[in-house]
């Protein structure tokens, strides 16, 4: 599985580091929503889900949390604890959010408005969709 990991430019100075997102320029689609996760505590396991069409970009702005992602076929896991760093999430993609430390905040830049028809939250229908989008591509 391809991992998609942006690094966006920093700039920094003596003052820090500032980090600029231009939606077609730096992420390839128009950001329609903007949503965070903080307050998890580290038991916590949230998502389970995929999306049919939704792109999105998760950022860790703050401690670090670990994306646990499944196309179907193969599962990795990836630790977010970069604020210049984006995690792109594509369709079709079973995502699971966990290990988030104390204080730690996701970021999400989502190319959709929010929809609930546009999740599958059942791991079998997932599956099912995956198999039948390969056959649809054969
Ligand atoms: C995703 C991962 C990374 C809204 O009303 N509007 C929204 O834009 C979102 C994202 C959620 N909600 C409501 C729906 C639920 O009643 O907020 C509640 C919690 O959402 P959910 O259980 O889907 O949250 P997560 O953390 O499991 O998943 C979220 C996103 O939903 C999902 O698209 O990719 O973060």
Same mark, same amino acid.
């Given at each position: 599985m391809e991992i998609k990991l942006k690094h966006f430019k920093k700039h920094c100075d003596s003052r820090g580091q500032l980090v600029a997102i231009e939606d $077609? &320029?730096?992420?390839g689609f128009p950001i329609k929503r903007v949503y965070y996760i903080y307050?998890?505590? &580290?038991e916590v396991r949230r998502g389970f889900h995929a999306h049919k069409e939704l792109q999105q970009y998760l950022i860790c702005m703050s401690g670090e949390c670990k994306i646990l992602l499944d196309d179907g076929h193969e599962k990795e896991v990836v630790l977010l604890n970069d604020p210049s760093v984006g995690l792109y999430i594509g369709p079709s993609m079973w995502r699971e959010m966990f290990d988030?430390?104390?204080?730690a905040v996701l970021v999400v830049l989502a190319s *959709?408005?929010?929809? $609930? *028809?546009?999740?599958?939250?059942d791991y079998n229908e997932f599956i099912k969709y995956c198999t039948e989008a390969n056959e649809g591509s054969q």
């Open positions: $077609e &320029n730096d992420l307050g998890a505590s &580290n988030f430390t104390p204080g *959709m408005h929010y929809s $609930e *028809m546009d999740y599958i939250r």
